[in-house]
């Protein structure tokens, strides 16, 4: 097993660098807000059940509760209409080697710096395509937009007309899915889609367009400016919850130093 | 409160219409072995402590054992969890009579009625009564907190300022409605403290000039501290018995011309400026066949001087509303013209929980069989004592009064 | 007239807050008639059904005719006063620390004697109007005012200590979300509270009432989320001192029952909010009122819940929403008698229908913030402990006291068509 031994070695001496795609599990985290008479995502909630103390004398613990999408998380096909029938569809399914694997991440911080609603299009990606190679079949697709950067109403960025975050259009979707068939798509923001993602045709076409393909989603990313444009390997393991839609997780990236 | 004016001796409507039959005399009675156990301000002893030394002293001035006695009366507020019946088996008593009086500052008296009539029917041979109770550095304040249900629900919820509070209500409203100054009830307690000074048991041991009183420190106005008796650990006892038991004992004794109790009297009247007295005390003087004018002394029941004020007139020395020109007119101590509270009262004294009730009694027996001592009244030969008890919520409930006579020994 | 109450100066670091103490607690079974008239302000006595005439102190017998149907009854409050008393020493802490107290002797109307207390400008043997106020032990007990208001006469000690005035108090409103928020704060400034903290849940998101806090110079906008336990204690450990009066606003509600709804999901959030958001604000904010109860001008005084009168009785169509304020019903009561070891208050508005997006298909009347922001703060006033503010809460309180079965059917009555 020298592979092993080597990636230890690479690890220990730093010329393999981890990097934490992962938000803090807050109560404060944003979480996806539907129209009310909808049901709502569980926010991340921690209750002490002890503290060294007469509940328990010699240790502390907390019961958590959340919803399958809080925080940093991992999206199944059958969170999604269209993946309902999707083999393997539930996170306790899903074969483990879809859970690590190469990454590359489109950075469109510029583009979502200048526009709350900017959209990833296929042109965008033919551009990076044109930079860095084509996508490669079966790796996870990584949009950054510096939006982990923004802190309380402005993530959400809700108006009167709903949130305005950047997201892929249903073409540039299209195009992943079914010219590169990728993994996955993530995400800095609360959702793979745009925030104004509902009025498109479908609506939400990340979710229905990625999740009717078995493909999946990650969202809430953070710390994707530290991530190289490609050659990196992603670690996304959901917790394995029977039937589960989806998995709050830590998401880890492995990038190769290039001193 | 133009009824109340008009109240001194006069039996009122609504108090059980009057009485239908004579009460019989108590002819044939004998209060023997007057008892005082010196009072104490506080005390680390108990009720059963204090009564047992009141008995044992009473006993032994009679020259009895306690297994020779078949009757008992007790009064204590402090006996919790006992009663009379727990004290028999404490003291080793076995008494074929047995009473519990909780009455208070009107206990004495009545509690003599009780016996009175018991020796008369044969019912004991000889009844001890005795009250006495103890007093520890928070038994006032745990007493007034379970004192009474009306008390507990409408009273001591409004400042709790516990007796002292109902009687600066009654106070203010006499000073109002009869024009008394606080100079006037200053006159009761500096005789009072006159009087006290020859008695050795007294709490009180310092003179008391009306300038003190005047000047004393606000309790609940227009009362101030000299107004108010001091809680202290105490008992008092006598015995009851026929008059030939008491010859054939070679005591000295006094026999009871009347005597009457009353509880609840005038319940309409919307402040209390009179006392049940007023419905029986015609009844007393006609048992005891004399008149103001023929008292040697007087021993009314004084936790505040309102209170004996309302005595002195309800009891017929003078009328309604007039005494405070009476003890402006008189000199209240032991040497003067109308002898009041001769051993110095509750006022002086110390109120010993239930033995305030007695108090007055007993001092009363000594007068008359001349064993008094240093407040003795040169020539004493009758006493008028009256008592007063239980604030049950906003004024006294329970009045006695009893008239007594030196008897020939 | 009464001296005007002083804003109180800040606190002496160096000196060790007063320990709270009560007047006396214990009462009669039949006195506690009086207690539950004052909840509500109401002046009731015992009126005997059998000869009419009036009892006090309260009585399981009438003492002019000894019938034993003694039924509780709104009576004529008018008297005169006849003898008083200024009580400048007492065996019982509470009143000792705050001696001299006024108390007299009312020869009512209507028939009884009432040893009560009295407020300041009652001039002596004057006439006099008594109310019946819960003290600081939660007992009704009888106070006497002028027939005429006085000038500032809301600020006498010995009635200000029965009362929970907003007057120079610092109040903490736990939800800025609904549209209550910015009114209840107005009315509160109004009654001279001087500041107003406000919970604002999920910062991330907007809050449609921001413009009209900020316009509020005494409004404080505070993070708060009563669903989050870290977030109530946090807060309690920053203001947690400061808080004199808590009202809690916080609210969630759906429409629907068991059959009506496929899943716990909203009861579980209508929970969260509703009976559990009441504890985690209970053990994050109560320890440290209840500590302070005797803490001067602005000692901490009452905490307030908002509660749906369908916390008695169910509302249709709202049947989970109507078990989670039953819950809180419930909660409030067992902590009313943990706050009242204190002295705390805890005080119930009990309202109908609220004009808001929920109770939108439901047909008039219903409660407006101003109907109910104008019934808290009269509560506070009057130191109540269960208000009903509108025509629906009052309707169902009546007909609850008439006859719970009767009402539990009538409530529910064609329900079964809706499904």
Same mark, same amino acid.
């Given at each position: 097993m020298t592979q092993l031994a080597d990636l230890a070695q690479a690890l220990a001496s730093g010329a393999i660098r981890m990097v934490d795609l992962t938000h803090r599990l807050d109560p404060d985290f944003p979480v996806i807000i539907l129209p009310p008479e909808f049901g709502q995502c569980a926010r991340f909630r921690m209750e002490e059940v002890s503290a060294y103390d007469h509940r328990g004398p010699a240790w502390k613990w907390h019961n958590i509760s959340m919803s399958e999408h809080t925080g940093t998380h991992f999206d199944a096909p059958s969170h999604w209409i269209s993946g309902r029938d999707v083999a393997h569809g539930a996170v306790d399914e899903i074969p483990l080697q879809a859970f690590v694997g190469p990454v590359v991440v489109i950075d469109c911080s510029e583009g979502a710096a200048a526009d709350d609603d900017f959209e990833l299009t296929v042109a965008e990606i033919q551009s990076w395509e044109a930079e860095h190679g084509p996508i490669p079949e079966d790796a996870w697709v990584l949009m950054r937009t510096d939006w982990s950067k923004r802190r309380g109403a402005a993530y959400l960025n809700m108006q009167d007309d709903g949130p305005h975050s950047p997201g892929p259009d249903p073409e540039a979707m299209r195009y992943l899915v079914e010219h590169r068939n990728i993994r996955g798509f993530g995400t800095e923001t609360v959702g793979t889609d745009a925030g104004q993602g509902m009025h498109y045709v479908p609506p939400y076409p990340a979710h229905f367009i990625l999740h009717g393909a078995g493909k999946y989603g990650l969202q809430c990313l953070n710390n994707l400016d530290q991530l190289p444009a490609t050659g990196a390997m992603l670690i996304a393991a959901p917790l394995k919850i029977k039937g589960g839609t989806g998995s709050p997780l830590r998401v880890l990236a492995l990038v190769e130093e290039t001193a | 409160m133009s009824d109340s004016r008009a109240a001194g001796g006069q039996a009122v409507d609504q108090n059980g219409g009057g009485i239908s039959r004579p009460q019989q005399s108590y002819e044939g009675v004998a209060l023997v072995a007057p008892t005082s156990i010196p009072y104490q301000r506080y005390s680390i002893e108990t009720a059963h402590w204090w009564i047992a030394r009141a008995l044992g002293t009473a006993l032994r001035t009679a020259g009895m054992k306690p297994a020779e006695l078949d009757g008992f009366s007790v009064s204590s507020f402090t006996l919790f969890p006992d009663t009379a019946v727990g004290l028999t088996q404490h003291l080793g008593l076995t008494p074929r009579w047995l009473d519990h009086i909780p009455m208070g500052g009107a206990s004495g008296v009545i509690s003599l009625r009780k016996a009175a009539r018991a020796v008369q029917a044969g019912d004991a041979d000889i009844v001890a009564c005795v009250a006495g109770d103890t007093n520890h550095i928070d038994s006032f304040r745990s007493l007034l907190s379970s004192f009474s249900r009306f008390a507990m629900d409408a009273s001591y919820p409004y400042g709790y300022g516990g007796p002292n509070a109902n009687f600066a209500l009654l106070t203010d409203r006499y000073m109002h409605e009869y024009g008394a100054t606080r100079e006037d009830f200053g006159r009761i307690c500096v005789a009072q403290r006159h009087n006290a000074l020859n008695n050795p048991g007294a709490v009180m041991k310092k003179p008391l000039t009306l300038e003190q009183y005047l000047d004393a420190r606000p309790i609940a106005d227009p009362i101030a501290l000299f107004d108010c008796v001091m809680p202290c650990a105490g008992a008092e006892a006598f015995l009851v018995m026929t008059v030939e038991e008491a010859q054939r004992r070679n005591l000295p004794f006094a026999t009871i011309s009347g005597a009457i109790e009353r509880h609840n009297a005038h319940a309409s009247d919307p402040i209390q400026l009179r006392g049940g007295w007023t419905i029986d005390i015609d009844d007393l003087w006609s048992q005891a066949g004399c008149a103001p004018a023929d008292i040697d002394l007087l021993q009314t029941y004084d936790d505040y001087p309102v209170i004996s004020m309302m005595q002195i007139e309800d009891l017929g020395f003078c009328a309604k509303g007039t005494a405070a020109q009476f003890v402006r007119d008189h000199d209240l101590t032991v040497t003067g013209d109308f002898p009041h509270n001769t051993s110095g009262g509750q006022l002086s004294g110390g109120q010993a929980g239930a033995a305030g009730g007695f108090i007055g009694l007993v001092e009363a027996i000594r007068q008359v069989t001349g064993q008094a001592g240093p407040t003795q009244v040169a020539g004493a030969s009758r006493a008028m004592v009256s008592g007063f008890g239980m604030i049950n919520y906003d004024r006294g409930v329970c009045s006695s009064a009893a008239i007594l006579q030196g008897g020939q020994a | 007239?009464?001296?005007?109450?002083?804003?109180?100066?800040?606190?002496?670091?160096?000196?060790?807050?007063?320990?709270?103490?009560?007047?006396?607690?214990?009462?009669?079974?039949?006195?506690?008639?009086?207690?539950?008239?004052?909840?509500?302000?109401?002046? =009731?006595?015992?009126?005997?059904?059998?000869?009419?005439?009036?009892?006090?102190?309260?009585?399981?017998?009438?003492?002019?005719?000894?019938?034993?149907?003694?039924?509780?009854?709104?009576?004529?409050?008018?008297?005169?006063?006849?003898?008083?008393? /200024?009580?400048?020493?007492? /065996? !019982?802490?509470?009143?000792?620390?705050?001696?001299?107290?006024? %108390?007299?002797?009312?020869?009512?109307?209507?028939?009884?004697?009432?040893?009560?207390?009295?407020?300041?400008?009652?001039?002596?043997?004057?006439?006099?109007?008594?109310?019946?106020?819960? *003290? $600081?032990?939660?007992?009704?007990?009888?106070? =006497? %005012?002028?027939?005429?208001?006085?000038?500032?006469?809301?600020?006498?000690?010995?009635?200000?200590?029965?009362?929970? *005035?907003?007057?120079?108090?610092?109040?903490?409103? /736990?939800?800025?979300?609904?549209?209550?928020?910015?009114?209840?704060?107005?009315?509160?400034?109004?009654?001279?509270?001087?500041?107003?903290?406000?919970?604002?849940?999920? /910062?991330?998101?907007?809050?449609?009432?921001?413009?009209?806090?900020?316009? +509020?110079?005494?409004?404080?906008?505070?993070?708060?989320?009563?669903?989050?336990?870290?977030?109530? $204690?946090?807060?309690?450990?920053?203001?947690?001192?400061?808080?004199?009066?808590? +009202? !809690?606003?916080?609210?969630?509600? $759906?429409?629907?029952?068991? %059959?009506?709804?496929?899943?716990?999901?909203?009861?579980?959030?209508?929970?969260? @909010?509703?009976?559990? &958001?009441?504890?985690?604000?209970?053990?994050?904010?109560?320890?440290?009122?209840?500590?302070?109860?005797?803490?001067?001008?602005?000692?901490?005084?009452?905490? @307030?819940?908002?509660?749906?009168?369908?916390?008695?009785?169910?509302?249709?169509?709202?049947?989970?929403?109507?078990?989670?304020?039953?819950?809180?019903?419930?909660?409030?009561?067992?902590?009313?008698?943990?706050?009242?070891?204190? &002295?705390?208050?805890?005080?119930?508005?009990?309202?109908?229908?609220?004009?808001? *997006?929920?109770?939108?298909?439901?047909?008039?009347?219903?409660?407006?913030?101003?109907?109910?922001?104008?019934?808290?703060?009269?509560?506070?006033?009057?130191?109540?402990?269960?208000?009903?503010?509108?025509?629906?809460?009052?309707?169902?309180?009546?007909?609850?006291? $008439?006859?719970?079965?009767v009402l539990e059917r009538e409530m529910t009555m064609g329900a079964a068509d809706g499904l």
């Open positions: - | - | 007239m009464s001296t005007p109450l002083q804003p109180p100066p800040k606190k002496n670091p160096q000196n060790r807050t007063l320990s709270p103490t009560r007047p006396p607690e214990a009462r009669s079974r039949a006195a506690l008639g009086l207690t539950a008239a004052a909840a509500e302000g109401r002046f =009731a006595l015992q009126v005997c059904a059998a000869c009419g005439s009036v009892q006090y102190p309260p009585r399981d017998a009438c003492s002019t005719c000894l019938s034993v149907n003694l039924p509780w009854r709104d009576i004529d409050p008018h008297g005169d006063l006849l003898a008083e008393t /200024t009580v400048r020493t007492s /065996t !019982n802490l509470y009143f000792r620390e705050r001696a001299p107290w006024r %108390l007299g002797s009312v020869k009512l109307n209507a028939g009884p004697v009432i040893l009560c207390h009295v407020h300041g400008d009652v001039a002596p043997r004057s006439p006099v109007r008594l109310i019946n106020r819960l *003290d $600081r032990a939660g007992q009704g007990v009888l106070f =006497a %005012l002028p027939l005429d208001r006085s000038p500032n006469m809301e600020d006498d000690p010995q009635l200000r200590a029965l009362t929970s *005035d907003p007057k120079h108090r610092r109040v903490l409103i /736990t939800e800025g979300r609904s549209d209550l928020a910015p009114v209840l704060a107005k009315a509160l400034v109004t009654a001279g509270a001087s500041t107003i903290f406000v919970g604002v849940s999920e /910062t991330w998101r907007p809050n449609p009432q921001q413009q009209a806090l900020s316009e +509020i110079a005494q409004v404080e906008i505070l993070p708060l989320d009563v669903t989050d336990a870290s977030s109530t $204690r946090e807060l309690a450990g920053e203001i947690g001192g400061k808080v004199d009066i808590l +009202i !809690n606003t916080a609210r969630f509600i $759906r429409p629907g029952s068991a %059959l009506t709804r496929a899943d716990t999901a909203f009861a579980q959030q209508e929970m969260d @909010v509703n009976y559990l &958001g009441l504890m985690r604000l209970a053990q994050s904010f109560g320890p440290g009122m209840c500590a302070r109860t005797a803490d001067g001008v602005n000692a901490a005084t009452a905490w @307030v819940n908002i509660l749906s009168a369908h916390a008695l009785m169910p509302a249709p169509g709202f049947g989970s929403f109507s078990a989670s304020q039953a819950a809180a019903l419930s909660l409030s009561q067992s902590l009313r008698g943990e706050f009242r070891g204190a &002295g705390l208050r805890l005080m119930n508005v009990f309202t109908g229908p609220t004009e808001d *997006d929920w109770h939108q298909p439901l047909p008039p009347p219903k409660v407006l913030p101003r109907g109910l922001a104008r019934s808290i703060v009269a509560g506070l006033h009057d130191g109540l402990e269960d208000v009903y503010c509108g025509d629906v809460a009052q309707d169902l309180i009546a007909r609850m006291r $008439r006859d719970p079965k």
